[in-house]
């Protein structure tokens, strides 16, 4: 009876009310560094894809419709067909015909197509890089 009103508890059971509780917290913490992992990874392969295909495009090997096409098809499969690039050409100093020329490529994914789970809250959100070369060549004409 005293041990009772001295407060020595049966305490079975309170490692699976832990257990039960943590759970969910470390679930949602693998989840969310799987997709942050996912999403750094593809980042990566946009600038890549991006540098690529501008080397590419400003040595002359490729026209700009190839390259555009060829940088959508490495991220396009069959869950996957929001990619999208574009290449634009400039000139340093527009007010100079002279002026050495440059383009930009952006290509872009939408995020929920990217994540693995968390694809409901990237909605509207894109990843997207950017990336830029000079062109040693004389341009192909757009779009040939």
């Given at each position: 009876m005293y041990e009772k009103l001295r407060g020595d508890r049966c305490e079975e059971g309170s490692t699976t009310v832990e257990f039960v509780m943590w759970v969910p917290i470390?679930?949602?913490?693998?989840?969310?560094?799987?997709?942050?992992?996912?999403?750094?990874?593809?980042?990566?392969?946009?600038?890549?894809?991006?540098?690529?295909?501008?080397?590419?495009?400003?040595l002359g090997a490729?026209?700009?419709?190839?390259?555009?096409?060829?940088?959508i098809s490495q991220f396009r499969s069959d869950e996957t067909d929001g990619a999208s690039a574009e290449i634009t050409e400039h000139q340093v100093d527009p007010d100079d015909e002279n002026s050495a020329r440059y383009a930009t490529m952006e290509i872009s994914i939408p995020t929920r197509e990217v994540v693995i789970f968390t694809g409901r809250f990237f909605a509207n959100a894109n990843l997207s890089a950017e990336y830029s070369m000079v062109l040693e060549t004389a341009s192909p004409a757009p779009g040939s």
């Open positions: 470390f679930t949602l913490m693998m989840i969310t560094i799987l997709d942050a992992s996912v999403l750094m990874m593809t980042q990566s392969r946009l600038y890549d894809v991006a540098r690529q295909e501008m080397r590419l495009y400003t490729k026209s700009l419709r190839d390259a555009e096409m060829d940088a």
